[in-house]
């Protein structure tokens, strides 16, 4: 089960729209590409087919994940117990509590990396060792270089 925040639903929903509303736009390439004559060496109708044909098949999997998708309720989450949405401070083992980083727990990665949250999935070795931990634990994450333990300072 595919289970996501209220931001995650509205930003997939926002990319469905746009996808969308591009379709004339894409429409009017391939007739504009059609009436340049022969279809066999028209390398502007080729791409805009294809381009059709990826923004079709985005349409119909966001159409899809939003279908199957549980939203979490993030008010009925437990006080102090890690879920999708927190973002959380945390340290590595053994390093000072001024080297902290903040993780938040998401469904799926937005792609907007602004340098001072990290994003993990919930599938992820960190996402799964975070998800339902206190503050005060530390988690023990299975990385592929080795093992990597972080104490949970805080959620924010």
């Given at each position: ?81 890690v879920f999708l949405g927190s ?70």
């Amino acid at each position: 089960m595919d289970v996501i925040t209220p931001q995650e639903k509205e930003q997939l929903k926002e990319r469905l729209n746009a996808l969308i509303a591009n379709r004339p736009v894409i429409s009017e390439r391939i007739a504009e590409a059609r009436a340049l004559g022969d279809l066999k060496e028209n390398a502007e109708y080729h791409a805009a087919r294809e381009l059709q044909g990826m923004e079709e098949a985005e349409i119909k999997r966001l159409e899809e994940r939003i279908a199957k998708a549980h939203v979490v309720d993030e008010s009925k989450t437990a006080e102090g117990v890690v879920f999708l949405g927190s973002t959380v401070k945390l340290i590595e083992e053994d390093e000072d509590e001024d080297e902290f980083e903040l993780y938040r727990l998401v469904g799926e990665a937005s792609g907007t990396d602004t340098g001072d949250v990290v994003e993990v999935t919930a599938t992820s070795p960190m996402g799964e060792a975070l998800m339902k931990a206190r503050v005060g634990e530390t988690v023990r994450v299975n990385a592929p270089r080795g093992v990597k333990r972080f104490k949970i300072l805080e959620i924010i």
